[in-house]
């Protein structure tokens, strides 16, 4: 089978598409057949080992794991004997941010809550863009604890986790401001935005409202440069740790005695969100936003693109 590779850590052109051998599924296993997959910034952590705490999950000088991949939809394809919740054919979709090696044209897993079957009106691709975006989405909104009536700003609300939030969010009867570039202006107003910055002629930093919570969903703001929007008692979100790494740190030193705070939430185990997320897709109240496609061959080509900053929602690999 071929199979997305890099021995050590390094830029996209450290990715070579090589013919191993297809894995064979232990007893606790199932292997499933690869249909689409995603690169996000997980995928793009993993590849450069950027941050370097990264090092300490994925291997320290380096990848223990030598397959890309935290993401996939497929078909299951083979079982092992102990596999009862799964069968032959059945089309499946699954996400961990540590590490699937699922850019690949086969792979394994012991499904441990980690893979679902996709609901019938949902194809293979949409599948794989609805994980990881949505699974930090989810576990960021949960944790807020946003009211009926508030205001809410979302920096950065086209990629895939800010597009998951400005769909979850809107589902709610707040008011939603967000950040978006002049291409993206419709789409982001499609997914329920009720004002709109384009941040390439506007910084949202700048302006005089006021907001219960800030989404900094792309982690190119800071705390320091958003905390004059925030009310009194205001919450500032971010996906990232921060450029000193001073998110953590400022959700503890804020959460005592602060008007304003930082949150910086641990995501919820896969088990709580998957099926959130497959539920969701079910009811059609979620639609994961795509923006380019690549096969695996070009796959160096979608990090490098990805690695820009400039993705709308997910880029997708496709293998089958």
Do not use: W
Request: net charge positive; proline share 5%; aromatic share 10%.
């Amino acid at each position: 089978m071929k199979a997305a590779i890099r021995r050590r850590y390094g830029s996209p052109q450290v990715i070579q598409i090589e013919e191993i051998e297809t894995p064979v599924p232990k007893d606790d296993e199932i292997l499933i057949q690869v249909h689409a997959t995603t690169i996000n910034r997980t995928d793009c952590a993993n590849l450069t080992a950027k941050p370097f705490i990264m090092r300490f999950f994925l291997g320290l000088f380096k990848p223990r794991k030598i397959i890309l991949g935290n993401d996939f939809a497929g078909i299951v394809v083979a079982i092992g004997k102990d596999i009862q919740a799964f069968k032959v054919n059945d089309r499946v979709f699954g996400f961990t941010d540590l590490g699937l090696q699922s850019q690949a044209e086969y792979m394994v897993i012991k499904p441990k809550g980690n893979v679902l079957t996709i609901p019938d009106n949902v194809d293979f691709k949409s599948a794989a863009a609805s994980m990881e975006g949505a699974h930090y989405s989810y576990s960021f909104i949960d944790k807020s604890g946003i009211k009926s009536g508030q205001r809410i700003l979302i920096n950065g609300a086209t990629g895939a986790i800010g597009s998951a939030v400005l769909q979850f969010i809107n589902q709610l009867d707040v008011q939603i401001t967000a950040t978006c570039n002049t291409k993206n202006i419709d789409l982001i107003r499609s997914l329920g935005a009720h004002k709109i910055i384009d941040y390439t002629k506007e910084d949202f930093t700048k302006t005089d409202e006021k907001y219960d919570f800030i989404f900094d969903a792309v982690g190119k703001s800071t705390f320091g440069k958003c905390k004059p929007l925030l009310k009194d008692r205001g919450i500032y979100i971010s996906s990232e740790l921060g450029p000193y790494v001073q998110n953590p740190f400022l959700a503890l030193f804020t959460s005592f005695g602060s008007k304003k705070k930082v949150i910086f939430p641990i995501p919820f185990n896969i088990k709580k969100t998957l099926p959130l997320i497959q539920d969701l897709l079910k009811q059609e109240k979620f639609k994961p936003v795509i923006d380019r496609e690549y096969p695996l061959d070009e796959i160096a080509k979608a990090f490098e693109y990805v690695l820009t900053g400039e993705k709308t929602g997910n880029v997708i690999i496709t293998i089958k």
